[in-house]
């Protein structure tokens, strides 16, 4: 295996079966047992045998229309979902900023949820304690860390789970339709950040559908169409093809 | 080997989640009342009383100590089934945070199952002081006690890895359960002596693993004697073969989760 991959996905198929009334309940699965088998013969392949190799320290955006599968094979990498088909394998310590503030707890305090928060992603006592001036100095809430949740509002909300998610020191980094968090001035902070982290040799991924973003901050894109890759390469010349076929 | 050593590996790395978690279902289920975590001893003692009240004229159990002949039984009954009722339905009530961010999703039963342990092992507090005051007091067989706890700690986790996943596919499970367990609370030699079961009925008894523990605690708690080691070794032994193939079970159907959600 080569030493500097950082996500390799291979032969990877994944398919949904569409329910159009799904029966979750003993009583529907039975009542509805031939309908429910006609319904599942309807599967929407999402991604069709997809290879693809990403190494280390690489910066990549799944660009495509609605319903290319980029956000799917995002999923398939974090281990959200798994492929029906293939295999993917991921090399060191992987975040996914795809929903921010998973397992954050209302009622509790900001600094509380930050341990709570962190240690989803994996971390330890030890690793929090040493980030967390770190954390809340990015999210800049200042005295509100110690109020409970509830009381902040969507845009404090968001900058604290943001803050928390970018900085627990990831290898690799997903990302999916980023810098939509906070004001103009709480976006760029978040955009330097993730420069610098691109310096510091992570591995990004996002997916995205700002141009602007691709090119500002991409070494490679990858064009999903129809769940294939149709075009992998240096971001020029594919958001060249994608803006003449697509725009 | 290998995998299986990945496994503990995992898990250890996540162990902040799952200490958190536990701390989570412990203290978060009362935040917000006035008692706050004063319920978790007030809970097991108001129902308690509601039972030493009423179990003693209608059941004519010729015991002495009756408060604390059933008191030993139901404490661990309770950790039972509280454990199994919140764990069936645990893998579900988390559907959300599922659907968001990757962990070993084990940690959710199993954290389940510790808050609940943490929560008998705090009852226990109270039944060690109804054991003194009452009279009954201890002996050396007290030592046993840990033994007892881990097998039905082992077994609940178990039931707990295979009905939390099963539930995420058949939502019904959570009510057989809920239904299960109440008739279970009969099945099993709480309230009343194992003696006074018909005999025709006393099959049921040698297969339900909880009869068996709860008879064990009885032994070393109230009778200050030795449990039936044969049954425990029996119990204990399918326990750790079921906590396993209830793991691997759960690990099988945990990849297609978030798709029923």
């Known amino acids: 295996m080569e030493k500097n991959i950082a996500i390799k996905v291979t032969n990877v198929t994944k398919t949904f079966k569409l329910y159009y009334d799904k029966a979750n309940t003993l009583k529907e699965k039975i009542l509805f047992f031939s309908k429910s088998s006609r319904a599942k013969n309807d599967i929407?392949?999402?991604?069709?045998?997809i290879n693809l190799t990403i190494h280390k320290g690489e910066s990549i955006a799944l660009i495509g229309t609605n319903g290319s599968g980029k956000s799917t094979l995002l999923k398939l990498m974090t281990k959200i979902i798994y492929p029906n088909k293939g295999k993917i394998t991921t090399h060191g310590k992987l975040t996914s900023l795809l929903e921010l503030g998973a397992g954050f707890h209302d009622d509790f305090t900001g600094r509380e949820n930050i341990y709570f928060n962190a240690s989803i992603f994996g971390l330890t006592k030890k690793e929090i304690d040493a980030k967390i001036d770190e954390i809340i100095a990015f999210s800049e809430l200042g005295e509100f860390i110690d109020n409970p949740v509830r009381t902040y509002s969507s845009g404090m909300y968001m900058r604290l789970a943001f803050s928390v998610a970018i900085n627990v020191q990831a290898e690799i980094l997903l990302i999916d339709e980023i810098l939509a968090v906070g004001d103009q001035h709480f976006q760029e902070k978040c955009f330097d950040k993730l420069m610098e982290l691109k310096k510091a040799g992570k591995t990004i991924v996002i997916v995205t559908h700002s141009m602007d973003q691709v090119k500002k901050f991409c070494d490679r894109a990858v064009w999903l169409y129809q769940g294939e890759i149709r075009k992998d390469g240096a971001v020029d010349e594919v958001l060249e093809e994608y803006l003449r076929v697509c725009g | 080997m290998g995998d299986r050593m990945k496994v503990f590996r995992e898990l250890y790395q996540y162990r902040e989640l799952l200490k958190n978690n536990i701390k989570k279902e412990i203290r978060g289920k009362y935040k917000g009342s006035w008692l706050g975590i004063l319920w978790t001893f007030l809970n097991p003692l108001l129902m308690l009383a509601v039972y030493a009240f009423v179990f003693p004229y209608i059941l004519r159990?010729?015991?002495e100590n009756y408060t604390?002949?059933?008191?030993?039984?139901?404490?661990?009954?309770?950790?039972?089934?509280?454990?199994?009722?919140?764990?069936?339905?645990?893998?579900?009530?988390?559907?959300?945070?599922?659907?968001?961010?990757?962990?070993p999703r084990e940690i959710i039963p199993i954290s389940i199952t510790f808050s609940q342990l943490v929560n008998f092992l705090i009852t226990c507090v109270i039944m060690f002081v109804f054991i003194l005051v009452s009279g009954v007091g201890f002996s050396y067989h007290l030592l046993l006690m840990p033994l007892l706890i881990l097998i039905q700690a082992v077994l609940t986790l178990a039931i707990t890895f295979i009905l939390s996943a099963l539930t995420v596919f058949v939502r019904d499970i959570d009510h057989f359960v809920s239904v299960f367990l109440t008739l279970a609370f009969y099945g099993t030699p709480i309230v009343y002596q194992a003696s006074m079961l018909p005999a025709k009925f006393q099959w049921i008894l040698q297969f339900n693993p909880m009869a068996q523990l709860v008879e064990a605690y009885r032994a070393i708690l109230y009778y200050h004697e030795m449990p039936d080691f044969r049954m425990l070794w029996i119990w204990g032994i399918i326990s750790v073969v079921a906590l396993i193939g209830g793991y691997k079970i759960f690990k099988k159907l945990e990849k297609s989760f978030v798709e029923e959600f």
Do not use: E, H, R
């Open chain 2, 61 to 63: 159990v010729n015991v």
């Open chain 1, 44 to 49: 929407l392949t999402v991604l069709k045998d």
């Open chain 2, 68 to 103: 604390i002949f059933m008191i030993v039984a139901l404490i661990p009954w309770n950790f039972f089934t509280t454990a199994i009722q919140s764990g069936t339905g645990c893998v579900v009530a988390n559907g959300n945070i599922l659907k968001k961010v990757y962990f």
